[in-house]
Protein backbone atom coordinates (compact mmCIF):
# COMPACT_ATOMS: atom_id res chain seq x y z
CA UNK A 1 0.00 0.00 0.00
CA UNK A 2 1.14 3.67 -0.31
CA UNK A 3 2.49 5.77 2.28
CA UNK A 4 -0.09 8.69 1.11
CA UNK A 5 -2.51 6.19 2.04
CA UNK A 6 -1.35 4.91 4.83
CA UNK A 7 -0.90 8.66 6.51
CA UNK A 8 -4.34 9.55 5.42
CA UNK A 9 -5.45 6.74 7.67
CA UNK A 10 -3.15 8.26 10.72
CA UNK A 11 -5.80 9.42 12.70
CA UNK A 12 -6.09 9.86 16.71
CA UNK A 13 -8.64 7.82 18.87
CA UNK A 14 -8.60 10.40 21.18
CA UNK A 15 -10.51 12.89 18.48
CA UNK A 16 -12.97 10.87 16.61
CA UNK A 17 -13.24 14.38 14.45
CA UNK A 18 -10.47 12.73 12.22
CA UNK A 19 -11.47 9.50 11.52
CA UNK A 20 -12.91 9.06 8.30
CA UNK A 21 -16.69 8.27 7.72
CA UNK A 22 -16.04 4.86 6.10
CA UNK A 23 -13.76 3.79 8.57
CA UNK A 24 -16.14 5.48 11.90
CA UNK A 25 -18.54 3.08 10.26
CA UNK A 26 -16.67 0.24 10.30
CA UNK A 27 -15.85 0.23 13.64
CA UNK A 28 -18.61 2.18 15.41
CA UNK A 29 -19.69 -1.30 17.35
CA UNK A 30 -17.03 -3.69 17.26
CA UNK A 31 -14.83 -2.58 14.32
CA UNK A 32 -16.38 -4.87 12.43
CA UNK A 33 -15.92 -2.51 9.55
CA UNK A 34 -13.05 -0.60 10.37
CA UNK A 35 -11.18 -3.20 9.60
CA UNK A 36 -12.16 -2.86 5.86
CA UNK A 37 -11.00 0.53 6.03
CA UNK A 38 -7.92 -0.67 7.24
CA UNK A 39 -7.38 -3.42 4.93
CA UNK A 40 -8.27 -1.26 2.01
CA UNK A 41 -5.08 0.79 2.84
CA UNK A 42 -2.98 -2.23 3.28
CA UNK A 43 -2.78 -1.58 6.75
CA UNK A 44 -4.24 -4.52 8.05
CA UNK A 45 -2.08 -7.46 6.94
CA UNK A 46 -4.32 -10.09 9.78
CA UNK A 47 -7.47 -8.63 8.28
CA UNK A 48 -9.86 -10.15 5.59
CA UNK A 49 -9.43 -8.29 2.61
CA UNK A 50 -13.59 -7.98 3.62
CA UNK A 51 -12.05 -5.50 5.84
CA UNK A 52 -13.65 -2.51 3.95
CA UNK A 53 -17.33 -3.72 5.09
CA UNK A 54 -19.84 -1.28 6.43
CA UNK A 55 -20.08 -1.66 10.25
CA UNK A 56 -23.02 -3.21 12.33
CA UNK A 57 -23.85 0.73 13.31
CA UNK A 58 -26.61 2.03 10.28
CA UNK A 59 -24.92 4.46 8.06
CA UNK A 60 -27.77 6.98 9.05
CA UNK A 61 -25.58 7.12 12.33
CA UNK A 62 -22.41 8.55 11.21
CA UNK A 63 -24.23 11.53 9.93
CA UNK A 64 -25.71 12.27 12.52
CA UNK A 65 -22.96 11.95 15.31
CA UNK A 66 -19.56 12.30 13.01
CA UNK A 67 -18.08 15.87 13.08
CA UNK A 68 -16.70 16.30 9.88
CA UNK A 69 -14.99 19.46 10.55
CA UNK A 70 -13.46 18.85 7.07
CA UNK A 71 -16.13 19.06 4.60
CA UNK A 72 -17.03 21.68 6.82
CA UNK A 73 -20.82 20.14 7.59
CA UNK A 74 -22.37 20.34 11.00
CA UNK A 75 -23.36 17.32 12.53
CA UNK A 76 -27.32 16.80 11.37
CA UNK A 77 -29.01 15.79 13.88
CA UNK A 78 -32.27 13.22 13.04
CA UNK A 79 -34.77 13.07 15.91
CA UNK A 80 -37.99 12.77 13.18
CA UNK A 81 -40.58 10.58 15.13
CA UNK A 82 -42.48 8.75 12.79
CA UNK A 83 -46.11 6.94 12.43
CA UNK A 84 -47.01 4.73 9.01
CA UNK A 85 -49.54 2.24 9.27
CA UNK A 86 -49.59 -0.53 6.70
CA UNK A 87 -46.35 0.48 5.40
CA UNK A 88 -45.63 -1.10 1.78
CA UNK A 89 -44.10 -4.24 1.54
CA UNK A 90 -42.49 -6.62 -0.85
CA UNK A 91 -43.16 -10.22 -0.68
CA UNK A 92 -45.83 -11.27 1.78
CA UNK A 93 -45.61 -11.05 5.94
CA UNK A 94 -45.37 -14.59 6.95
CA UNK A 95 -48.56 -15.64 8.36
CA UNK A 96 -47.13 -16.99 11.32
CA UNK A 97 -44.78 -14.20 12.33
CA UNK A 98 -47.16 -12.82 14.92
CA UNK A 99 -46.03 -10.21 17.50
CA UNK A 100 -43.71 -6.88 17.31
CA UNK A 101 -40.13 -6.16 16.55
CA UNK A 102 -38.93 -3.28 18.60
CA UNK A 103 -35.47 -1.66 18.34
CA UNK A 104 -33.85 1.44 19.92
CA UNK A 105 -30.67 3.49 19.05
CA UNK A 106 -29.18 7.00 20.20
CA UNK A 107 -30.61 9.75 18.32
CA UNK A 108 -28.93 12.92 19.77
CA UNK A 109 -32.09 15.65 20.96
CA UNK A 110 -29.58 18.64 20.53
CA UNK A 111 -25.73 18.49 19.14
CA UNK A 112 -23.68 16.37 21.52
CA UNK A 113 -20.91 18.66 22.87
CA UNK A 114 -17.57 18.77 21.80
CA UNK A 115 -16.06 15.52 23.08
CA UNK A 116 -18.94 13.84 23.80
CA UNK A 117 -18.93 10.41 22.03
CA UNK A 118 -22.34 9.07 20.21
CA UNK A 119 -23.70 6.37 22.88
CA UNK A 120 -24.63 9.60 24.43
CA UNK A 121 -27.78 10.37 22.09
CA UNK A 122 -31.00 9.97 23.54
CA UNK A 123 -32.92 6.89 23.41
CA UNK A 124 -34.99 6.48 20.19
CA UNK A 125 -37.06 3.75 20.08
CA UNK A 126 -38.93 2.04 17.12
CA UNK A 127 -41.96 -0.48 17.03
CA UNK A 128 -42.70 -2.34 13.68
CA UNK A 129 -46.10 -4.33 14.61
CA UNK A 130 -47.28 -7.09 12.46
CA UNK A 131 -51.11 -7.66 11.95
CA UNK A 132 -52.75 -9.80 9.17
CA UNK A 133 -50.14 -9.54 7.29
CA UNK A 134 -49.52 -5.84 7.96
CA UNK A 135 -47.14 -3.94 9.22
CA UNK A 136 -47.47 -0.69 10.99
CA UNK A 137 -44.30 1.50 11.73
CA UNK A 138 -44.07 3.94 14.75
CA UNK A 139 -41.08 5.53 16.60
CA UNK A 140 -40.51 7.59 19.63
CA UNK A 141 -38.26 8.97 21.91
CA UNK A 142 -38.12 7.90 25.69
CA UNK A 143 -39.66 10.57 27.22
CA UNK A 144 -37.27 9.90 30.55
CA UNK A 145 -36.29 12.77 33.42
CA UNK A 146 -33.22 13.82 30.59
CA UNK A 147 -35.29 13.86 27.73
CA UNK A 148 -37.98 16.15 29.21
CA UNK A 149 -35.79 18.74 31.27
CA UNK A 150 -33.62 19.46 28.01
CA UNK A 151 -36.68 19.40 25.72
CA UNK A 152 -37.96 22.18 28.44
CA UNK A 153 -34.39 24.09 28.17
CA UNK A 154 -34.17 23.74 24.66
CA UNK A 155 -30.62 22.55 25.00
CA UNK A 156 -28.14 19.73 26.42
CA UNK A 157 -27.85 19.98 30.31
CA UNK A 158 -26.24 16.52 30.25
CA UNK A 159 -23.03 17.09 28.00
CA UNK A 160 -21.02 13.86 28.78
CA UNK A 161 -21.33 10.64 28.45
CA UNK A 162 -21.66 9.09 32.12
CA UNK A 163 -19.48 12.50 33.83
CA UNK A 164 -22.15 13.89 36.02
CA UNK A 165 -19.61 16.63 37.42
CA UNK A 166 -20.59 18.76 34.50
CA UNK A 167 -24.33 18.35 34.29
CA UNK A 168 -26.46 21.59 34.35
CA UNK A 169 -26.79 22.53 38.49
CA UNK A 170 -30.77 22.43 37.31
CA UNK A 171 -30.99 18.82 36.77
CA UNK A 172 -29.59 17.86 40.38
CA UNK A 173 -30.97 14.50 41.33
CA UNK A 174 -32.74 13.78 38.47
CA UNK A 175 -31.87 10.43 36.14
CA UNK A 176 -28.97 10.70 33.68
CA UNK A 177 -30.51 7.63 31.76
CA UNK A 178 -30.34 7.99 28.27
CA UNK A 179 -32.31 4.45 27.47
CA UNK A 180 -30.79 4.00 24.09
CA UNK A 181 -29.02 0.98 24.11
CA UNK A 182 -31.71 -1.42 24.15
CA UNK A 183 -35.32 -2.79 24.85
CA UNK A 184 -36.73 -5.82 26.29
CA UNK A 185 -40.74 -6.45 27.27
CA UNK A 186 -41.25 -7.82 30.73
CA UNK A 187 -44.62 -8.03 32.75
CA UNK A 188 -46.19 -6.23 30.09
CA UNK A 189 -44.75 -3.23 29.81
CA UNK A 190 -41.17 -2.44 27.48
CA UNK A 191 -38.43 -1.59 28.92
CA UNK A 192 -36.00 0.72 27.46
CA UNK A 193 -32.23 0.11 28.84
CA UNK A 194 -28.79 2.39 29.88
CA UNK A 195 -26.53 0.60 31.65
CA UNK A 196 -26.06 3.08 33.85
CA UNK A 197 -29.61 3.96 35.18
CA UNK A 198 -33.02 2.20 36.41
CA UNK A 199 -35.01 1.22 32.95
CA UNK A 200 -37.68 3.46 31.57
CA UNK A 201 -41.41 1.74 31.32
CA UNK A 202 -42.77 2.41 27.87
CA UNK A 203 -46.52 1.14 26.74
CA UNK A 204 -46.09 -1.75 24.39
CA UNK A 205 -48.55 -0.66 21.54
CA UNK A 206 -48.15 3.35 21.84
CA UNK A 207 -45.02 3.43 22.87
CA UNK A 208 -45.64 6.35 25.52
CA UNK A 209 -43.31 6.70 28.08
CA UNK A 210 -45.10 5.20 31.59
CA UNK A 211 -42.45 5.45 34.10
CA UNK A 212 -39.07 7.35 33.39
CA UNK A 213 -37.64 5.75 36.65
CA UNK A 214 -39.03 1.99 36.60
CA UNK A 215 -37.89 0.44 39.95
CA UNK A 216 -39.73 -2.86 39.77
CA UNK A 217 -42.09 -1.85 42.45
CA UNK A 218 -39.18 -0.94 44.93
CA UNK A 219 -37.38 -4.02 44.65
CA UNK A 220 -34.76 -2.78 42.39
CA UNK A 221 -32.08 -2.23 44.91
CA UNK A 222 -29.50 -1.54 42.40
CA UNK A 223 -28.69 2.01 41.34
CA UNK A 224 -28.08 0.84 37.30
CA UNK A 225 -29.22 -1.77 35.65
CA UNK A 226 -27.95 -3.97 32.29
CA UNK A 227 -28.73 -3.34 28.75
CA UNK A 228 -28.63 -7.17 28.61
CA UNK A 229 -30.67 -9.36 30.91
CA UNK A 230 -31.21 -12.75 30.26
CA UNK A 231 -34.57 -15.15 29.99
CA UNK A 232 -33.63 -18.40 31.91
CA UNK A 233 -34.63 -21.20 29.08
CA UNK A 234 -36.96 -23.20 31.95
CA UNK A 235 -38.85 -20.91 34.30
CA UNK A 236 -38.70 -17.73 31.86
CA UNK A 237 -37.60 -15.63 34.66
CA UNK A 238 -35.43 -12.76 34.08
CA UNK A 239 -31.75 -12.20 35.00
CA UNK A 240 -30.17 -8.93 35.23
CA UNK A 241 -27.46 -7.03 37.04
CA UNK A 242 -26.22 -3.65 37.26
CA UNK A 243 -22.54 -2.51 38.18
CA UNK A 244 -21.75 0.76 39.73
CA UNK A 245 -24.41 -0.85 41.72
CA UNK A 246 -23.74 1.38 44.57
CA UNK A 247 -23.53 4.71 42.99
CA UNK A 248 -21.12 6.41 40.45
CA UNK A 249 -17.72 4.67 39.73
CA UNK A 250 -18.35 2.24 42.77
CA UNK A 251 -16.46 -1.55 42.73
CA UNK A 252 -20.92 -3.82 43.73
CA UNK A 253 -22.19 -5.34 41.02
CA UNK A 254 -26.40 -6.44 42.35
CA UNK A 255 -27.31 -9.65 40.38
CA UNK A 256 -30.83 -10.27 40.78
CA UNK A 257 -33.66 -12.52 39.30
CA UNK A 258 -37.78 -11.51 38.67
CA UNK A 259 -40.55 -13.81 37.93
CA UNK A 260 -42.54 -12.61 34.44
CA UNK A 261 -44.62 -11.49 36.82
CA UNK A 262 -42.36 -9.08 38.30
CA UNK A 263 -41.46 -10.66 41.50
CA UNK A 264 -37.62 -10.68 42.95
CA UNK A 265 -36.88 -13.95 43.69
CA UNK A 266 -33.13 -13.64 44.08
CA UNK A 267 -30.26 -11.28 44.59
CA UNK A 268 -26.71 -10.97 45.78
CA UNK A 269 -24.00 -8.66 45.78
CA UNK A 270 -20.75 -9.08 44.61
CA UNK A 271 -17.32 -6.98 44.54
CA UNK A 272 -15.78 -6.73 40.98
CA UNK A 273 -11.57 -6.54 40.67
CA UNK A 274 -11.70 -3.11 39.22
CA UNK A 275 -14.10 -0.88 37.93
CA UNK A 276 -14.33 -2.03 34.11
CA UNK A 277 -17.92 -1.87 32.00
CA UNK A 278 -19.64 -5.05 32.16
CA UNK A 279 -21.76 -4.16 29.09
CA UNK A 280 -23.33 -7.75 29.29
CA UNK A 281 -23.12 -11.20 31.20
CA UNK A 282 -24.20 -14.48 30.82
CA UNK A 283 -26.51 -16.79 32.59
CA UNK A 284 -26.57 -20.68 32.75
CA UNK A 285 -28.60 -22.85 34.38
CA UNK A 286 -26.34 -22.77 37.40
CA UNK A 287 -24.15 -20.05 37.16
CA UNK A 288 -23.41 -16.42 36.76
CA UNK A 289 -20.77 -15.04 34.50
CA UNK A 290 -19.40 -11.66 34.92
CA UNK A 291 -16.20 -10.59 32.65
CA UNK A 292 -14.44 -7.46 33.15
CA UNK A 293 -12.30 -6.28 30.57
CA UNK A 294 -9.73 -2.59 30.83
CA UNK A 295 -12.31 -0.68 29.10
CA UNK A 296 -12.15 0.86 32.65
CA UNK A 297 -13.53 3.75 34.61
CA UNK A 298 -10.68 6.83 34.66
CA UNK A 299 -10.84 9.19 37.52
CA UNK A 300 -8.66 11.56 35.90
CA UNK A 301 -10.20 11.78 33.02
CA UNK A 302 -13.55 12.17 34.58
CA UNK A 303 -12.05 15.43 36.25
CA UNK A 304 -10.55 16.81 32.90
CA UNK A 305 -14.15 16.52 31.52
CA UNK A 306 -13.98 13.50 29.88
CA UNK A 307 -15.97 10.49 29.33
CA UNK A 308 -16.39 7.69 31.96
CA UNK A 309 -13.98 4.96 30.30
CA UNK A 310 -10.54 4.57 28.88
CA UNK A 311 -8.84 1.88 27.57
CA UNK A 312 -6.40 0.70 29.87
CA UNK A 313 -3.54 -0.67 28.02
CA UNK A 314 -2.14 -3.89 29.71
CA UNK A 315 -4.45 -4.31 32.21
CA UNK A 316 -5.74 -8.16 32.29
CA UNK A 317 -9.58 -9.31 32.54
CA UNK A 318 -11.17 -11.18 34.83
CA UNK A 319 -13.56 -13.88 34.24
CA UNK A 320 -15.84 -14.69 37.41
CA UNK A 321 -18.07 -17.10 37.69
CA UNK A 322 -20.45 -17.83 40.83
CA UNK A 323 -23.91 -20.17 41.77
CA UNK A 324 -27.02 -18.60 41.27
CA UNK A 325 -28.99 -19.31 43.89
CA UNK A 326 -26.41 -18.54 46.54
CA UNK A 327 -25.18 -15.19 47.96
CA UNK A 328 -22.27 -14.66 45.52
CA UNK A 329 -19.28 -15.49 48.32
CA UNK A 330 -18.30 -18.27 46.85
CA UNK A 331 -17.67 -15.73 43.77
CA UNK A 332 -14.25 -16.93 41.91
CA UNK A 333 -11.83 -14.59 39.46
CA UNK A 334 -9.37 -16.04 37.21
CA UNK A 335 -7.16 -13.81 35.37
CA UNK A 336 -6.78 -13.38 31.99
CA UNK A 337 -5.04 -11.53 29.28
CA UNK A 338 -5.91 -8.12 27.82
CA UNK A 339 -8.70 -8.81 25.83
CA UNK A 340 -12.15 -6.64 25.17
CA UNK A 341 -15.71 -8.37 24.87
CA UNK A 342 -18.68 -6.58 25.10
CA UNK A 343 -21.56 -9.18 24.12
CA UNK A 344 -22.79 -12.68 24.66
CA UNK A 345 -24.19 -15.22 21.70
CA UNK A 346 -25.00 -18.37 24.17
CA UNK A 347 -23.91 -20.06 27.36
CA UNK A 348 -24.06 -23.19 29.31
CA UNK A 349 -22.25 -25.65 32.10
CA UNK A 350 -22.62 -29.11 31.37
CA UNK A 351 -21.57 -29.89 35.21
CA UNK A 352 -17.94 -30.10 34.06
CA UNK A 353 -17.21 -27.12 32.41
CA UNK A 354 -18.67 -23.48 32.06
CA UNK A 355 -19.19 -22.38 28.33
CA UNK A 356 -19.60 -18.95 27.34
CA UNK A 357 -19.50 -17.68 23.94
CA UNK A 358 -18.79 -14.24 22.87
CA UNK A 359 -17.81 -11.35 20.68
CA UNK A 360 -13.86 -10.39 21.37
CA UNK A 361 -11.46 -8.54 20.06
CA UNK A 362 -7.57 -8.30 21.01
CA UNK A 363 -8.57 -4.98 22.83
CA UNK A 364 -10.67 -1.75 22.32
CA UNK A 365 -13.53 -2.42 19.64
CA UNK A 366 -14.54 1.23 20.00
CA UNK A 367 -12.41 4.15 17.87
CA UNK A 368 -14.10 6.48 20.14
CA UNK A 369 -13.35 5.69 23.60
CA UNK A 370 -9.89 6.88 24.17
CA UNK A 371 -6.73 4.82 24.75
CA UNK A 372 -5.23 5.49 28.42
CA UNK A 373 -1.19 5.46 26.98
CA UNK A 374 -2.19 7.95 24.46
CA UNK A 375 -1.70 5.14 21.48
CA UNK A 376 -3.17 5.77 17.97
CA UNK A 377 -6.06 3.24 18.02
CA UNK A 378 -5.70 -0.19 15.83
CA UNK A 379 -8.77 -0.79 14.16
CA UNK A 380 -7.21 -4.60 13.50
CA UNK A 381 -6.92 -5.41 17.52
CA UNK A 382 -10.27 -3.78 17.91
CA UNK A 383 -11.90 -6.15 15.22
CA UNK A 384 -14.57 -8.90 17.41
CA UNK A 385 -14.70 -12.43 16.37
CA UNK A 386 -16.74 -14.79 17.95
CA UNK A 387 -15.17 -16.94 20.46
CA UNK A 388 -15.94 -19.58 23.19
CA UNK A 389 -14.41 -18.65 26.55
CA UNK A 390 -14.34 -21.93 28.88
CA UNK A 391 -13.66 -22.90 32.62
CA UNK A 392 -12.78 -26.46 33.40
CA UNK A 393 -15.01 -26.93 36.62
CA UNK A 394 -13.51 -30.05 37.91
CA UNK A 395 -10.92 -28.37 39.10
CA UNK A 396 -10.93 -26.54 42.42
CA UNK A 397 -9.22 -23.18 42.11
CA UNK A 398 -9.22 -23.33 37.87
CA UNK A 399 -6.17 -21.09 37.06
CA UNK A 400 -6.93 -19.91 33.54
CA UNK A 401 -9.86 -19.52 31.24
CA UNK A 402 -9.49 -21.30 27.65
CA UNK A 403 -10.14 -18.65 24.61
CA UNK A 404 -11.10 -20.26 21.11
CA UNK A 405 -12.04 -18.52 18.32
CA UNK A 406 -15.19 -20.15 16.91
CA UNK A 407 -15.36 -18.31 13.37
CA UNK A 408 -11.67 -16.69 12.25
CA UNK A 409 -13.55 -15.08 8.79
CA UNK A 410 -16.19 -14.03 10.91
CA UNK A 411 -16.10 -10.08 12.14
CA UNK A 412 -18.73 -8.49 13.92
CA UNK A 413 -19.73 -7.37 17.32
CA UNK A 414 -23.21 -7.85 17.77
CA UNK A 415 -23.94 -11.62 17.92
CA UNK A 416 -27.79 -12.82 18.61
CA UNK A 417 -28.88 -16.32 19.55
CA UNK A 418 -32.50 -17.94 19.60
CA UNK A 419 -33.39 -16.00 22.94
CA UNK A 420 -34.94 -19.32 24.45
CA UNK A 421 -31.87 -20.32 24.36
CA UNK A 422 -30.55 -18.21 26.74
CA UNK A 423 -29.38 -20.23 29.51
CA UNK A 424 -29.21 -23.68 27.99
CA UNK A 425 -26.83 -25.30 25.45
CA UNK A 426 -27.52 -24.08 22.08
CA UNK A 427 -25.90 -24.50 18.40
CA UNK A 428 -27.30 -21.72 15.93
CA UNK A 429 -26.24 -18.09 16.29
CA UNK A 430 -26.74 -15.06 14.07
CA UNK A 431 -24.26 -12.06 13.08
CA UNK A 432 -24.31 -9.21 11.39
CA UNK A 433 -20.51 -9.02 9.33
CA UNK A 434 -18.73 -7.35 5.86
CA UNK A 435 -18.91 -10.26 3.44
CA UNK A 436 -16.64 -12.81 4.43
CA UNK A 437 -15.94 -14.45 1.79
CA UNK A 438 -15.66 -11.36 -0.87
CA UNK A 439 -15.16 -12.12 -4.40
CA UNK A 440 -13.62 -9.06 -6.05
CA UNK A 441 -11.58 -7.82 -2.90
CA UNK A 442 -11.41 -4.37 -4.53
CA UNK A 443 -14.97 -3.93 -4.01
CA UNK A 444 -16.76 -2.71 -0.98
CA UNK A 445 -17.78 -5.74 0.70
CA UNK A 446 -21.35 -6.80 1.19
CA UNK A 447 -22.99 -6.33 4.18
CA UNK A 448 -24.20 -9.42 5.78
CA UNK A 449 -25.81 -11.57 7.78
CA UNK A 450 -23.90 -14.80 9.10
CA UNK A 451 -26.59 -17.92 10.27
CA UNK A 452 -23.68 -20.18 12.63
CA UNK A 453 -24.39 -23.77 13.32
CA UNK A 454 -21.90 -24.53 15.71
CA UNK A 455 -23.09 -28.64 15.70
CA UNK A 456 -21.24 -28.82 12.20
CA UNK A 457 -19.41 -25.47 12.47
CA UNK A 458 -21.45 -23.69 9.31
CA UNK A 459 -22.38 -21.09 8.57
CA UNK A 460 -24.77 -19.73 6.02
CA UNK A 461 -24.55 -16.36 4.62
CA UNK A 462 -27.31 -13.49 3.39
CA UNK A 463 -25.80 -10.88 1.67
CA UNK A 464 -27.50 -8.00 1.65
CA UNK A 465 -28.22 -5.28 -1.38
CA UNK A 466 -24.53 -3.57 -2.88
CA UNK A 467 -25.54 -0.21 -0.53
CA UNK A 468 -27.25 -1.35 2.47
CA UNK A 469 -25.27 -1.46 5.93
CA UNK A 470 -27.36 -3.98 8.37
CA UNK A 471 -27.73 -3.72 12.00
CA UNK A 472 -28.39 -6.04 14.28
CA UNK A 473 -30.84 -8.86 13.63
CA UNK A 474 -33.40 -10.34 15.75
CA UNK A 475 -34.66 -13.31 15.85
CA UNK A 476 -38.28 -14.71 16.06
CA UNK A 477 -39.42 -18.63 16.46
CA UNK A 478 -41.99 -19.82 14.01
CA UNK A 479 -43.64 -20.69 17.30
CA UNK A 480 -43.23 -21.83 21.00
CA UNK A 481 -42.57 -24.69 20.53
CA UNK A 482 -40.65 -24.62 17.37
CA UNK A 483 -36.78 -26.03 17.37
CA UNK A 484 -33.95 -23.97 17.96
CA UNK A 485 -33.26 -21.47 15.30
CA UNK A 486 -36.98 -22.16 13.27
CA UNK A 487 -38.42 -19.04 12.57
CA UNK A 488 -37.51 -15.48 11.05
CA UNK A 489 -34.39 -13.24 10.85
CA UNK A 490 -35.03 -9.40 10.77
CA UNK A 491 -33.16 -6.62 10.52
CA UNK A 492 -32.71 -3.33 9.53
CA UNK A 493 -31.27 -2.35 6.10
CA UNK A 494 -30.52 1.27 5.70
CA UNK A 495 -29.43 2.45 1.80
CA UNK A 496 -26.82 4.77 1.55
CA UNK A 497 -28.14 5.34 -1.82
CA UNK A 498 -31.11 6.40 -0.81
CA UNK A 499 -30.40 8.68 2.04
CA UNK A 500 -30.65 6.15 4.38
CA UNK A 501 -33.96 4.99 3.49
CA UNK A 502 -34.73 1.88 5.90
CA UNK A 503 -36.29 -1.92 4.83
CA UNK A 504 -36.91 -4.33 7.20
CA UNK A 505 -35.76 -7.50 5.55
CA UNK A 506 -37.26 -10.87 6.93
CA UNK A 507 -35.44 -13.86 6.27
CA UNK A 508 -36.61 -17.64 6.52
CA UNK A 509 -34.00 -17.98 9.58
CA UNK A 510 -32.91 -21.69 8.40
CA UNK A 511 -32.55 -20.56 4.50
CA UNK A 512 -30.85 -16.71 5.17
CA UNK A 513 -28.92 -17.57 1.89
CA UNK A 514 -32.15 -17.47 -0.01
CA UNK A 515 -32.71 -14.00 0.53
CA UNK A 516 -36.01 -12.38 2.30
CA UNK A 517 -39.17 -13.64 2.43
CA UNK A 518 -40.87 -10.26 2.78
CA UNK A 519 -39.38 -6.62 2.46
CA UNK A 520 -41.02 -3.87 4.72
CA UNK A 521 -39.77 -0.81 2.55
CA UNK A 522 -40.48 2.06 4.62
CA UNK A 523 -40.34 5.42 2.77
CA UNK A 524 -37.97 7.36 4.81
CA UNK A 525 -34.78 7.02 6.76
CA UNK A 526 -35.32 6.25 10.64
CA UNK A 527 -33.65 6.08 13.97
CA UNK A 528 -30.71 4.77 14.30
CA UNK A 529 -30.19 1.20 16.05
CA UNK A 530 -28.20 -0.21 18.61
CA UNK A 531 -30.29 -3.45 19.55
CA UNK A 532 -33.13 -5.25 18.41
CA UNK A 533 -35.98 -7.34 20.57
CA UNK A 534 -38.62 -9.83 19.68
CA UNK A 535 -42.15 -9.48 21.31
CA UNK A 536 -44.40 -12.62 20.46
CA UNK A 537 -48.12 -11.65 19.85
CA UNK A 538 -49.23 -13.94 23.23
CA UNK A 539 -47.11 -11.48 25.21
CA UNK A 540 -48.46 -8.10 24.02
CA UNK A 541 -51.31 -6.41 25.30
CA UNK A 542 -54.30 -6.34 23.18
CA UNK A 543 -54.71 -3.27 21.00
CA UNK A 544 -56.54 -0.08 22.24
CA UNK A 545 -59.36 1.62 19.57
C1 LIG B 1 -22.62 -0.13 24.29
C2 LIG B 1 -23.54 0.83 23.96
C3 LIG B 1 -23.75 1.91 24.80
C4 LIG B 1 -23.05 2.02 25.98
C5 LIG B 1 -22.13 1.04 26.33
O1 LIG B 1 -21.61 -2.06 23.35
C6 LIG B 1 -21.91 -0.04 25.47
C7 LIG B 1 -22.45 -1.22 23.33
C8 LIG B 1 -25.37 2.88 23.35
O2 LIG B 1 -24.64 2.92 24.54
O3 LIG B 1 -23.27 3.10 26.77
FE1 LIG C 1 -25.10 -4.22 23.80
Redesign the pocket.
Known sequence: MSDKRKSSRATSQSDPSTLDRRSFMGSA?GAAASIGAVASTGLGAAAPAAAQAPGPMSSDMLDRYVPTPKEGKKPQLFRAEITISDVEVDGKIPSDLKGAFYRTG?DAQYPLAPGNIP?DGEGHVSMFEFENGRVNFKSRFVRNERYVAQEKAGKILFPMYRNPYLDDPSVKGKSRGTH??HIIHHNGVLLAL??DSPPAAMDLRTLETLDPVYRFNGQLESQTFTAHPKTDSETGNMVAFGYEAKGFATDDVNVFEYTPKGKKVWDAWVKVPYVG?L?DFAVTQHYIVLYVIPLAYDAEQIKRGGIHWSWNNGQPTYFGFFRRGGDGKDIRWIKGPERSS?HVLGCFDDGKRLVVDCEMSAYNPFPFMPMRDGSRWDPVRGASRMTRLSVDLSKKTPKDYGIEVLYQNLIGALPRQDDRYNTMPYKIGFLPCPDPDPKDPGKRPSSCYARMDHSTKSVQIYRGEEDVTLAEACFAPRSKSAPEGSGYLMGVASHAKENGRCDLVILDAEHVDQGPVATVRLPTKIAGQ?HGWWVPEADLPPKKA
Open positions: LPFNTKEMHTI
